[in-house]
């Protein structure tokens, strides 16, 4: 990697990171997501144990066992194998949004955009570079989360019930495969509807409709209607892998200097 293109995402990531209005969503939303949700199901599944009922029929649905015959304990093993790996799959496009959707946008209301162009670098490597960036941040944001979720639950779940629930294997495929090829493809759209966008606003909006697909996951994994198994999420993860390529190749290939001036 050239010197030029490092410089170019370091200085991206560090003006979402000293950003206050960018960088508290960036801290806001995965700690919602990952800590303060899932500890509420837990003392709410400890101390009002009736609530945990309805789980029953999930349950017996999706035929599994309780563990050591403790409903408490398969409800909790529920939400953090089944329930939670999908809010990861949410994590990264919504962190790659808020640096991606600036990438050029950004540069064009700080008035950098010229400068950016006359660095040695050709158009298809500023491309890589601010893509780099946001993928490198979205994915720290992911490994972080799962790192402190799964220290801050396990200690709950070890006070509350004197035991611990491993993460199954679905956490790698969603931590290796699953949730980097999403959120390349959700960086790749974002960056380039920022070279159109006429503002940050305007760029940020696109990430509802790549968000809406997750949603109805999260959805059906609440409800039971659609539980995602590993093999299912195995096919899912190489599929989006597949698409990420094709899109960045797509993009890269029809990346002009004309998009950047309209």
Known sequence: MKGEMLAIIKKDIRGVTSNRRLFLPLLIVPIVLTIIVPSIFILVTHYV?????DFQKLLEQIQISQLNGSLEMTVIHLMLNYILPIFFLLIPIMSASI???SAFVGEKEKRTLETLLYCPLSLKQIFQAKVLASFLLSMFVSITAFIVMLIVLETEIF???N?????GLKWLLILVLVSPAISLIAITLMVRVSAKAQSVEDAQQSAVFLILPIL????GQFTGILLINTWILLGIGILCLVLACFLFRRSLRNFKYEMLLK
């Open 49 to 53: 144990p009736e609530e945990t009922e």
């Open 99 to 101: 640096m991606s959707a």
């Open 159 to 161: 006070f509350v019930a």
């Open 163 to 167: 035991s611990v629930i491993l993460p």
């Open 216 to 219: 109805f996951l999260i959805i």
